[in-house]
T-cell receptor, first 111, second 115 residues
């Protein structure tokens, strides 16, 4: 079964400073990667999806995928306090659509 | 489109009681997934259905947990003899087709508290 791990567990950044989150996966056949955000007590909000090596930008969120190294990153440009939330990485293989999630990175953006 | 609807939003049960959680997927979506979220374990896959048929229940605890999808408009997750360690947020999600890259839509979850 797919193993997805995220680091760091928690991250505190100042408002406006770039935030970088890391996700590693175990299944080399994976080709479907998503980053979600979950505010406390709320549902999951998809931020960006990426399916091939390289970068994909959605607003202030940029996903960077390197399948050879089994890594997918999320960079948040100029985060605001409202971006404070739990960020979840999810991975699946296109021929088997179950999304497996990491345990998340809790991001705190200080004013 | 109301999205994926889960009921109830909160459920409190006593140890040993049965809990049934309901999910109404988005109309027209053929794949329905159940996940469980806890602080310690994160978001764990439990089971999923395609066109109402169970496809993979590899994440389901072998005892006390069962899931059904009697029709295309709802799925249930039943937990018999609930235990405190079953306390979690149970999330249901649906997607248009399990073999596409369509977005997976999540409900807001049912928070189960076992006293």
């Amino acid at each position: 079964q797919q193993k997805v791990q995220q680091s760091p567990e928690s991250l505190t950044v100042s408002e406006g400073a770039m935030a970088s989150l890391n996700c590693t996966f175990s299944d080399r056949s994976s080709d479907n990667f998503r980053w979600y955000r979950q505010h406390s007590g709320k549902g999951l909000e998809v931020l960006v999806s990426i399916f091939s090596d390289g970068e994909k930008e959605e607003g202030s969120f940029t996903a960077h995928l390197n399948r050879a190294s089994l890594h997918v990153f999320l960079h948040i440009r100029e985060p605001q306090p409202s971006d404070s939330a739990l960020y979840l990485c999810a991975v699946s293989a296109s021929n088997y659509n179950v999304l497996y999630f990491g345990s998340g990175t809790k991001l705190t953006v200080e004013p | 489109n109301a999205g994926v609807i889960q009921t109830p939003r909160h459920k409190v049960t006593g140890k040993g009681q049965e809990a049934t959680l309901w999910c109404e997927p988005i109309s027209g979506h053929s794949a329905v997934f159940w996940y469980r979220q806890t602080i310690v374990q994160g978001l764990e896959f439990l089971t999923y259905f395609r066109n109402q048929a169970p496809i993979d229940d590899s994440g389901m605890p072998k005892e006390r947990f069962s899931a059904q999808m009697p029709n295309q408009s709802h799925s249930t997750l039943k937990i018999q003899s609930t235990q405190p360690q079953d306390s979690a947020v149970y999330l249901c999600a649906s997607s248009l087709d399990m073999f596409s890259n369509e977005r997976l839509f999540f409900g807001h979850g049912t928070k189960l508290s076992v006293l």
